[in-house]
């Protein structure tokens, strides 16, 4: 099983669209979480952490279920300019180094 | 944005060759990454630095060594290049450790023929 495992995608939703992405991760130990969105053929760049009590960015709302070691992101009211690849990303324990996940693609058509 | 380069940013090159990229910061963050991207896999750790010449290996170190002479430049060599090793090259940086957030540079096309 891979450590960090996510909807293998590609999403295509309507502007104006509600899309959820999911992610799972392996390892019980791991302690921080984000999502990064990856613009084609360019750098991920931070969207969010996620804490454990959720949080919420204007359109983006990220959960965590350290029970179920899952992670989700909520896009609400999808703009054009969502479309990119977004990346769960798991640190792989106490003070150990990040594992990503492959990465689910979101186009956001007219 | 954070101010990470790397150079080159495009290269080409031929089976056997050593090649050496460069990150280098303004950040002054202590923690800097190599990490490879290639199709079909998530972002893959080659090697981090936790100091000035403090390095270790990441998942993906065979055939890969680095220099960290600087607080603000990080090297990467490929000390003879394969073709396994073409690839989308990415740097990051951060400031508390490696459960922080990192930043990541405009990363590296790097072709082996």
């Known amino acids: 099983r891979k450590e960090v495992e996510q909807d293998p995608g590609p999403f295509n939703v309507p502007e104006g669209a509600t899309v959820a992405f999911n992610c799972t991760y392996s390892?019980?130990?791991?302690?921080?979480f984000f999502w990064y969105r990856q613009d084609c053929r360019k750098e991920p760049k931070l969207l969010m952490s996620?804490?454990?009590s959720g949080n919420e960015d204007g359109r983006f709302t990220a959960q965590l279920n350290r029970a179920s070691q899952y992670i989700s992101l909520l896009i609400r009211d999808s703009k054009l300019s969502d479309s990119a690849t977004y990346l769960c990303?798991?640190?792989?324990?106490?003070?150990?180094?990040?594992?990503f996940g492959p990465g689910t693609r979101l186009s956001v058509l007219p | 944005d954070a101010g990470i380069t790397q150079s080159p940013r495009h290269k080409v090159t031929e089976t056997g060759t050593p090649v050496t990229l460069r990150c280098h910061q303004t950040?002054?963050?202590?923690?800097m990454y190599w990490y490879r991207q290639d199709p079909g896999h998530g972002l893959r750790l080659i090697h981090y630095?936790?100091?000035?010449?403090?390095?270790d290996k990441g998942e993906v170190s065979d055939g890969y060594s680095v220099s960290r002479s600087k607080t603000e430049d990080f090297l990467l060599t490929l000390e003879s290049a394969t073709s396994s090793q073409t690839s989308v090259y990415f740097c990051?940086?951060?400031?508390?450790?490696?459960?922080?957030?990192?930043?990541f540079g405009p990363g590296t096309r790097l072709t082996v023929l």
């Open positions: 990051a940086i951060s400031d508390r450790g490696p459960a922080d957030t990192q930043y």
């Open positions: 390892n019980s130990a791991s302690q921080s």
């Open positions: 996620v804490y454990s």
């Open positions: 990303v798991v640190n792989g324990g106490y003070g150990q180094n990040f594992v």
């Open positions: 950040e002054n963050h202590r923690y």
């Open positions: 630095s936790y100091g000035v010449k403090d390095t």
